[in-house]
């Protein structure tokens, strides 16, 4: 799940502008744990990721929010999909599985349908964890 050559390319660039943005180790804040900082009057947590690897990541935000490209999710979504998610451990429903279905189409562009195979969903599920996990970096 990467995200196209172009928003790499503007992503890392819009980091190698940002104050926040560590030159020697490429990070957001301090490597690896990150760090809270103020910008536009909020507190917010940076990452501490390594950056030429994070802008890869098609999922992946920046905690500034300056990223402009479309491939990240909003809160919304991330909620909608994070709480459906909490919701399939043990079993899937009839509306779960639909639902699965269409934000597996929707983020991955895929073609995938409700299915009755358990192995597929649960591939579905797991591809719709990794767009979690990337969200949250
Ligand atoms: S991810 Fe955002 S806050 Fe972090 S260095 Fe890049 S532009 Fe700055």
């Known amino acids: 799940m990467f995200a196209p050559f172009d928003v790499q390319n503007d992503r890392v660039n819009t980091c190698r502008k940002c104050k926040f943005y560590k030159q020697k180790s490429k990070t957001c804040g301090t490597p690896l744990l990150g760090n809270e900082v103020k910008f536009n009057k909020k507190n917010i947590k940076l990452c501490g990721c390594f950056m030429d690897v994070k802008t890869r990541f098609r999922f992946a935000r920046c905690p500034a929010n300056k990223w402009r490209d479309d491939h990240k999710l909003t809160e919304v979504e991330y909620k909608e999909l994070k709480e459906l998610l909490s919701h399939t451990i043990d079993k899937v429903t009839g509306v779960q599985n639909k639902q699965i279905a269409i934000l597996h189409r929707k983020y991955l562009n895929s073609n995938a349908n ?3 195979c358990r ?14 996990d990337q969200y949250e970096g």
């Open 114 to 116: 409700p299915s009755s």
């Open 119 to 132: 192995p597929c969903v649960i591939s579905h599920i797991n591809d719709l964890h990794k767009v979690i």
